[in-house]
């Protein structure tokens, strides 16, 4: 379905989905992330890209999976946590990040399907924003498969055609909003359908950054498990989870049971997300860690997002957001590691 | 500004004669304006050596590094290692000697002077360009910086764009070096803990609602701890990856293990790690600002160990990075330390 | 009987004197508040400030360190290294807004029982009306 949305008809629209609950990218000092609206108005599509994806909703950075409390009679009464049941919209969602839940999707299905990822998954409505002007100088979706105006993961993408936006709702959960305030709606003129052709393809142009022959690099890194390369790439990294955390595909975590009092026994189990950069990541308990050093961390991430996730699931784990690259405390950059990698010669 | 061809000519001498195995220096980004990280092997790489307002890390952090790679070396390379610090830089390295961390004759210091300047704020630079990408910034020796975008040039005042520490920078030259680039520039500096002052006449319960925004958008990436020469714990606290574990080590001891933060970036939880951050510093943060800007959620974390600067200059007459022979602020004491508060 | 709030104190008490003291004033069989859970440790200078962060994060409403008055000290100036940084602590626990009630440093030796119930009474009487610590807490 494709329609039409005046600027001004935007926050009526807002208003009558009143029932879900509505993140929306907000601005703290410099600080723009997703939180819950509660005023219409306040939402402003217009932003640079989030510090965190949409991931913080989907698969939030500490989930409680359940309670357990000594009892008399059971031994141990468990009482599991599944997320609020309540229907969300996300609004503003650049395209890159919902592309990258298409991906998280992949490893939470499979033999096992993880119930927490999925009840949060299906019940939120993610609206997307065409990138006019990229968000980041570091973006380089095209690289990786996408696009500025990418539809894969959304509902509904938003083209920002300056007094209004051209909608495109792409499955029925996006119908079913776009149905919900008809006459907010308008029809798209001829003329709208060639303004929104032009203003996508200009926005692929303006991707400035690329990497080139990227096909070839998932064999390439095959070769480069043992080699010195990895040293000497990271030599600059100090090892904090800044790539791995603000990552819209990283999805590894960690199980935690958070114990409130011993005697009688009480607690909590929590998911929280975990990263492969930090030393504790692969201890052993017997006090053996197999990626001993920074250059061992840096091969992990550079290879399960370009090696070993292409062949789990012909996708690179990378939607090419950049955040990684312009958030690195000591630049370390993921588009020059992957041109080294490409020339390295073996 | 000190020009980068004489710190080129004498890492190349240095580099030549084989006085230092490799230097830690900066050069230029692949991804815009801010410099980067270089590590120098040989003569010829030593063209990609830059000094500019960008040149913003605090590179000491990597002779951590360095100790810990020799340390796994079976014939270690003996020669010392050459290092690029500015005035807040060099003080680190005076502490990492003080605490006997590194030896003096493993480093080979080349100390630059900001003399009149210091260096960017990317996020102060970005906001005033309004998200503009900076192609280039120059320092005029007159207190502004020239910024060059595809639009072109602008001139703006170096106060406003300047990181933070260096507005409130005591050490502008280094105070410790083999080799010194630039004059020596006294500053005018009329109240070091200005910024602090703000939070400080905060009421409590304000400045609880402050700390507790501020700290709640921790996502405990540990990039404050991880950029910070300071923080050269073999273990964290929080980290769990020291526990001895034997053949006999039983779940339950292995479950009894002592955890004193949780995972989960609760308020709670956060608290406990940037206490136990600023707490550790006290005394030995010299105010290099890198925790402060490396934070992606910027998290102002300079005031905490800013505060704790303060108190150990008031109370303790107690000054971090000048001497690499006075005791540390927490192994020693004084007769007459105040104790009005102890009942 | 009311409702009244019962503050829960952690004091770490010096094995050498306070802890002494406060078993003096048990076998002296004085009077004081019951709200203080006692941990023995062995010098005021061994107890890390992350024992106290971690004693407000597991839900204390005060914490209190007693050591030995400056000079007799069992391992000779254990104290005063507890002084300074206990100052520090407290410091800290001020800036982020913590009331500074619920935190306290005092010299008990072990011939200073009385001493000790009036340092808990005084702790009990100030932190009262601050209710409970909520903030440093753990949300279980």
């Not at chain 2, 490799?22 to 815009?32: D, E, F, P, R, V």
């Not at chain 2, 680190?92 to 704020?121: H, M, P, W």
């Amino acid at each position: 379905m494709e329609k039409i949305l005046t600027k001004k008809s935007f926050s009526k629209w807002v208003k009558k989905l009143e029932s879900y609950k509505i993140y929306a990218p907000v601005k703290n000092d410099d600080l723009w992330n997703y939180e819950i609206i509660d005023i219409p108005e306040s939402i402003q599509p217009d932003y640079p890209n989030t510090v965190l994806s949409p991931k913080k909703i989907i698969f939030p950075q500490r989930e409680i999976f359940l309670e357990f409390k000594a009892s008399n009679e059971e031994g141990l009464e468990v009482k599991e946590i599944l997320p609020e049941e309540r229907p969300a919209i996300i609004f503003g969602v650049r395209p890159c990040d919902a592309r990258a839940l298409t991906l998280t999707d992949n490893v939470f299905k499979g033999d096992f399907e993880d119930p927490y990822y999925w009840k949060r998954r299906n019940q939120t409505i993610l609206i997307g924003l065409t990138c006019n002007i990229p968000p980041s100088f570091d973006c380089f979706c095209l690289s990786v498969g996408g696009s500025p105006h990418s539809k894969d993961g959304l509902d509904i993408l938003m083209t920002d055609l300056e007094d209004k936006y051209y909608i495109e709702s792409l499955t029925k959960k996006g119908n079913q909003l776009i149905n919900l305030a008809k006459d907010c709606f308008e029809e798209p003129k001829v003329m709208d359908k060639k303004d929104l052709e032009k203003i996508q393809a200009n926005s692929e142009i303006q991707i400035k950054r690329q990497i080139k022959d990227i096909k070839k690099i998932p064999k390439k890194l095959k070769g480069m498990f043992d080699t010195p390369f990895w040293d000497k790439e990271s030599l600059s990294c100090i090892q904090c989870g800044i790539c791995t955390y603000l990552c819209p595909t990283c999805h590894c975590f960690d199980i935690n049971d958070e114990v409130a009092s011993s005697a009688p026994l009480k607690g909590k189990r929590v998911r929280t997300w975990d990263n492969c950069q930090f030393p504790d990541f692969t201890m052993h308990s017997s006090g053996h860690n197999p990626r001993p050093d920074k250059a061992s961390r840096l091969r992990q991430r550079i290879l399960h997002k370009f090696q070993y996730f292409v062949e789990l699931y012909e996708n690179f784990q990378c939607v090419g957001c950049g955040r990684c690259i312009s958030k690195c405390p000591v630049g370390i950059d993921i588009i020059e590691v992957l041109d080294k990698v490409r020339d390295y010669g073996l | 500004m000190v020009k980068v061809e004489d710190i080129k000519k004498e890492a190349k001498r240095i580099l030549k004669e084989g006085k230092v195995k490799y230097i830690i220096g900066y050069k230029k980004s692949t991804n815009g304006l801010m410099s980067v990280p270089a590590f120098i092997e040989s003569p010829e790489d030593v063209e990609n050596l830059i000094w500019d307002p960008t040149c913003v890390y605090n590179l000491t952090r990597f002779l951590v590094d360095e100790k810990r790679r020799k340390a796994r070396e079976k014939n270690p390379d003996e020669r010392p290692v050459g290092i690029v610090v500015k005035g807040c830089d060099s003080r680190a390295i005076i502490v990492l000697l003080q605490e006997k961390f590194i030896n003096r004759e493993n480093i080979y210091v080349l100390g630059i002077s900001c003399e009149t300047t210091g260096v960017l704020d990317e996020k102060k630079l970005l906001k005033k360009l309004n998200g503009k990408k900076a192609e280039k910034v120059e320092y005029d020796e007159k207190d502004n910086f020239i910024i060059t975008t595809l639009d072109g040039k602008s001139k703006v005042p170096a106060d406003e764009i300047l990181a933070e520490r260096c507005l409130e920078c005591r050490a502008n030259f280094p105070v410790i070096n083999d080799i010194l680039f630039g004059e020596k520039v006294d500053r005018k500096l009329d109240n070091r803990f200005k910024s602090l002052e703000k939070i400080e006449s905060l009421s409590k319960e304000k400045r609880w609602g402050f700390w507790k925004e501020q700290l709640d958008k921790c996502i405990r990436c540990y990039a404050c701890r991880s950029v910070c020469p300071m923080c050269y714990c073999d273990e964290c606290v929080v980290d769990t990856i020291n526990f001895a574990v034997t053949a006999d080590t039983t779940a339950e001891e292995k479950a009894q293990r002592i955890k004193w933060v949780e995972k989960s970036p609760t308020t709670s939880e956060n608290f406990v790690y940037h206490f136990v951050r600023a707490i550790h510093l006290a005394g030995r943060c010299i105010d290099c600002g890198e925790c402060e800007r490396v934070c992606p959620m910027d998290i102002p974390l300079r005031f905490l160990n800013k505060k704790m600067e303060k108190e150990a200059k008031e109370l303790f007459d107690y000054d971090a990075g000048f001497d690499p022979d006075q005791p540390s602020l927490v192994s020693c004491f004084k007769d007459e330390d105040p104790e009005d508060f102890i009942r | 009987m009311t409702d009244e709030f019962e503050p829960r104190i952690v004091a770490f008490l010096c094995k050498w004197c306070s802890s002494a003291g406060s078993d003096l004033a048990g076998v002296s069989r004085m009077e004081y508040p019951s709200n203080v859970l006692p941990i023995t440790v062995m010098c005021s200078g061994s107890v890390s400030p992350l024992y106290i962060f971690s004693a407000f994060n597991k839900g204390a409403d005060g914490v209190l360190v007693s050591g030995c008055h400056p000079g007799d000290c069992h391992y000779l100036k254990g104290n005063y290294y507890a002084r300074r940084r206990i100052a520090l602590v407290k410091k800290l626990l001020e800036f982020i807004g913590l009331e500074p009630q619920r935190f306290q440093m005092s010299w008990v030796s072990a011939a200073e029982g009385k001493k000790y119930t009036q340092v808990i009474k005084d702790f009990v009487k100030e932190i009262k009306p601050l209710g409970p610590q909520t903030k440093l807490r753990r949300n279980q």
